[in-house]
């Protein structure tokens, strides 16, 4: 691992750098109370304090000098996030007052956290598994309710609790096959069978697992969403709609958005990232001719086309599950499809829907079937089902290649769960989170 312990005293601003009404440093370590006492006004009531409770007092320096008052939350051994002694100090946002704890904090023994390396101690001392522990960082980087939602699901054991009920299944085929396997050649026992029945329902549990990774990223990462169409289709004028503020210049003259406008919006629950694009037409206009190249490329890589037109296309582009057309200035003129108009908003939630009802359609879920969120998660849980097929395809193998076949499913699982886990899986995962967690 890269410098992540446990048991070595830590601390950590938890709060954002920034003048604040409050501010909280998180400290976690071997006698992490016995190291603060000194600094405490209240060292012996801090000494004799019961876990979970909470000291209103005065910070001070080596010297007696007092940095502010504060609030403690004392946490004992076994208590808490981390599982270790831990103090959280609650103090006012003021960024010299937190320059100051903080080296009075070093001059007594403890080292600047690194990223993620509460919730790494969290982890490794059992307070939660590593599919839990990734939840902790989808919650902080959630940039929806949905997808806040989805995490503390996970954080609260859903996925954790499907997988330990699966891996235990597993385990009692295992344990059937080594009872086989155990008696001798020459002793009369029940041949073993394969499971099918059992094997299959597994997998189905799994499949139906692996089917939320789309929408779960959906609602984590968001959409690419890109207005396009010819010039002065009204493009703009619906990107500023959409948004609620004026943030792309609209004019009846063609050719005034030269380069796209990016912003984000959340859509019926899903963070969109809206792109305004320059209007496809032929120009030699050097600026304006990069404008569209561009737009070209972000018409490549978008999850979601709405192609604007007001009607006066000679040819409009061919729907698609990708590519919607949407006709522009309904005030004016009706046209057959969906329409809008951005001075009397008519249409406008119509648009919405369609956003909304193309980003979601194939990703549909059972909200009764936990979600998962991570790739790793996705390859662990895809592997386990390949051996478990592999499995089903060889079951006249003998019982030893089907207690290879069933460990290796097993540790599939391991993996995900973090039972069995390398340094660099921890590594990349801890290293993602933002310190004081």
């Not at 007092?57 to 996030?81: P, Q, T, W």
């Not at 609260?156 to 086989?180: F, M």
């Amino acid at each position: 691992m890269t410098g992540y312990t446990t048991g070595e005293p830590i601390y950590a601003l938890a709060t954002p750098y920034a003048p604040s009404a409050l501010a909280v440093v998180r400290t976690s370590g071997d006698k992490c109370i016995e190291m603060i006492a000194p600094l405490f006004s209240r060292k012996k009531k801090l000494l004799e304090s019961e876990s979970n409770s909470l000291l209103h007092g005065f910070m001070k320096d080596r010297e007696g000098n007092r940095i502010d008052e504060v609030v403690l939350s004392v946490y004992r051994a076994s208590h808490g996030y981390t599982k270790e002694e831990a103090v959280e100090i609650t103090m006012h946002g003021s960024l010299p007052a937190i320059a100051r704890l903080s080296r009075a904090l070093e001059s007594a023994g403890f080292r600047q956290a690194l990223k993620g390396e509460f919730t790494y101690r969290a982890f490794m001392n059992g307070s939660m598994d590593l599919t839990e522990a990734e939840a902790v960082e989808e919650i902080v980087s959630a940039k929806t309710e949905n997808a806040q939602k989805d995490a503390l699901e996970r954080l609260t054991g859903s996925l954790s609790s499907a997988l330990v009920d699966i891996k235990e299944r597993i385990l009692n085929i295992l344990a059937s096959l080594e009872v086989y396997l155990d008696y001798a050649e020459d002793e009369i026992i029940d041949e073993w069978s394969y499971p099918k029945s059992e094997v299959e329902d597994i997998i189905e549990k799994l499949e139906r697992i692996v089917s939320t990774y789309s929408s779960s990223r959906l609602y984590q990462d968001g959409a690419m969403v890109v207005l396009a169409g010819a010039a002065n289709a009204g493009k703009s004028s619906l990107f500023n709609t959409l948004l609620k503020e004026n943030r792309a210049i609209v004019s009846s003259v063609p050719g005034t958005t030269r380069d796209y406008i990016e912003a984000s919006v959340i859509i019926n629950g899903i963070f969109c990232r809206l792109y305004d694009t320059a209007g496809l037409r032929d120009t030699e206009e050097e600026i304006e001719s990069e404008g569209i190249k561009r737009s070209l490329s972000l018409i490549d890589k978008a999850d979601l086309i709405l192609y604007i037109t007001d009607g006066s296309d000679a040819s409009l582009p061919q729907e698609t599950d990708r590519v919607k057309v949407i006709f522009s200035k309904s005030d004016i003129s009706k046209k057959e499809g969906l329409s809008f108009s951005s001075i009397t908003g008519e249409g406008i939630k119509d648009v919405t829907s369609l956003i909304f009802r193309c980003l979601v359609s194939g990703r549909k879920r059972d909200e009764s079937v936990p979600s998962i969120n991570s790739e790793r998660q996705k390859e662990d849980l895809e592997r386990c089902i390949a051996i478990l097929k592999e499995s089903m395809s060889m079951a006249g193998a003998s019982e030893d290649i089907m207690a290879l076949c069933f460990q290796s499913a097993l540790s599939s699982l391991e993996g995900l769960l973090g039972t069995v886990t390398t340094d660099d899986v921890l590594d990349r995962l801890f290293s993602s989170f933002c310190l004081g967690k």
